[in-house]
C-alpha cells in the first residue's frame, strides 16, 4: 500500500510513528511543511523537517517533541556573549549540526529535495521525507503589537515571522491573517505530485490544519493533486473539545474566520478534498454535522498518549480509508 501524509511538525511526527506501526509493509511518501522554516545565524533551519526526521530516525528530544535529545547549548550561550541572536529561539550544539550540513548543501547548489535525503541517509526514518517545495515560503503572520507603555497612539500593524509568533510571543496576541509569503510561485518539489498521483490513501495527520496542513496546500497543483487522485483522503482531528491537543492552533483557526471544533475544521477542508474525518470520542455529537458536509466520519479515541494509542488512531483512519474506498 503507498500511503502520503501531509505532515507538519510534533503531531505529524508521532502520528507517523503510529503509522509505521500500524501499516509495516507500506510504502509511507511524506510531503513535510517547510512555511515555517527560518533563516538565523546565516543558517536554514526546517523545524518541520526535521521533527519528521529525528522523531522517525529516533534523535528526538522527547519531552518536549522538537530539537535533539542529549542537547547542549554552547553554542547559543557563545552567540549570546557576542550579543548575537536572537536568543528565542532554541537551538542546540546537536541540531546545529543538522542546519550547517543543509546550508552548505543548499550553497552548493543542491535543492532542498535533494538535501532533505541526504540528511535521511544519516537518520534512515523509514518514510521518504520531501519537502513540498524547493522553493522558498515562509508563513508571516499579521499582528497588532501592543503598545509599550511610553508608545502613544494605537499599537503597531506588522507581518512577523511565524517563529517569532509561535516562540517568542507565543501567539499571545490575536492573528489578524497568516500568510504563506511565496507559495503562490512556488512549485511542488520533486516526487510531491508523483507520489499523490501513484497513492492508495493520502492522510491528514493531527497537524496544524493552517499553518502545517494549510500551507502544504496553498502550494500550486498539491491541493489539485488530491483532490483529483481518486482515493480515499482521510484526516483527524487536532481539536479535541474545542481546543487544540497541543499547540496554539486556535489562534491561526480564528485568523482564517474558522472556529476551533472537530467539525468547523473538516468542513474548512470541505468535502472536495476531504473524504473521510476522525474526530475524538468527546466530540462524538459532531458526527453528523460533519457528514452533512459530505465527509464519512468516526469518533474514535484521538489523543496521541502513547504509541499504542497512536497506533490505534492510525488503524482507524486506515479503516476509514477503506471504507470511503468501499463505498
Ligand atoms: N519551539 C519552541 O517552542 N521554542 C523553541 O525555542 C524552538 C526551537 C526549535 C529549534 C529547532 C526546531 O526544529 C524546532 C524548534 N521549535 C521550538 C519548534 C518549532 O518552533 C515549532 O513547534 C514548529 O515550527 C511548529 O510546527
Redesign the pocket.
Known sequence: MRIVVLA???GGARFLRGLKQAAPDADITVIG?TG?DIHLFGLK????L??VMYTLGGGINEE????RDDETFHLKEELAAYGVGPE????GDR?FATHIVRTQMLGAGYPLSAVTEALCDRWKPGVRLIPMTDDRVETHVAVTLPDDASAEGPGERKAIH??EY??RLRASVPAEAVVPVGAELAKPAPGVLEAIAEADVVLFPPS?PV??VGTILAVPGIREAIADAGVPVVGLSPIIGDAPVR?MADKVLAAVGVESTAAAVAEHYGSGLLDGWLVDTTDAGSVERVEAAGIRCRAVPLLMTDLEATVRMADEALALAEEVRGA
Open positions: 507538519g511538525g510534533i511543511n515555517d533551519v526546517c523545524p518541520d526535521d521533527t518536549q517533541g522538537w530539537g528565542w529561539f532554541g537551538l541540531d511565524f517563529q509561535w516562540v496544524n499553518v502545517s499547540g
